[in-house]
């Protein structure tokens, strides 16, 4: 019979995950993972295969947690309420350092590969939501005759993007609710 876990794997991937958050992959030196979570070095590398598959698995972790928030756009009807809601949720999520999967492509040349493809994936998914909605709301009328949702949807992604980096200058948060201003603008709407 095997031996009991002393420790709860999700609280390791909160802990490791913000870490990672904090200080990047490079920066979260492996001392560092093994203070934090509490775990030795050899029950890091049995139960995650080492920092790599520690970082990959936060990764995971903070994605499904993001989901609640890239939710917003899934809810049907789709349309533009969607898109203003999303963004809005934008605002009211805790981005405590800004954004772990933009802040992983920043890091590309350090980061493993497979963590890239993940946020590559994710944001690719988020894109084709916004597209999602934005045809929607052409087809309901919402968009002018001459908007093309691609393009568009491609715009709102870099927009999110740029959103979430940015969350890491404006605590208060008052500037980017300003920023959104001029987006619902462009889409018709008040954000």
């Known amino acids: 019979m095997g031996r009991h876990k002393g420790y709860n794997r999700e609280e390791v991937l909160d802990r490791a995950m913000k870490l990672f958050w904090r200080k990047g992959y490079e920066g979260a030196h492996l001392q560092e993972l093994v203070e934090i979570t509490g775990l030795n070095r050899f029950s890091l590398y ?8 520690l970082f990959l698995e936060a990764l995971d972790r903070y994605l499904a947690q993001v989901m ?8 049907e009807p789709q349309g533009l309420s969607n898109i203003s809601d999303y963004f809005k949720g934008v605002l009211d999520y805790p981005f405590f350092h800004g954004c772990f999967a933009v802040n992983t492509l920043v890091q590309h040349p350090v980061v493993p590969e497979e963590a890239r493809r993940k946020v590559f ?3 690719n998914s988020g894109e084709k939501v916004f597209l999602s ?3 929607a709301a052409k087809k ?3 968009l002018r005759g001459d908007v093309d ?3 568009l949807a ?3 992604i870099t927009f999110d993007i740029g959103l979430v980096v940015s969350l890491q200058l404006d605590v208060d948060k008052r ?11 462009l889409l018709g709407m008040p954000l």
């Open 154 to 156: 491609r715009l709102l």
């Open 149 to 151: 949702p691609q393009s």
């Open 133 to 135: 909605n934005l045809k």
């Open 175 to 185: 500037g980017l609710k300003q920023a959104l201003k001029p987006l619902g603008s």
């Open 140 to 142: 309901k009328g919402e």
């Open 68 to 75: 609640t928030v890239m939710g917003l756009l899934a809810r």
């Open 121 to 123: 994936d994710f944001i």
């Open 46 to 53: 049995k139960e995650f295969g080492g920092k790599e598959g």
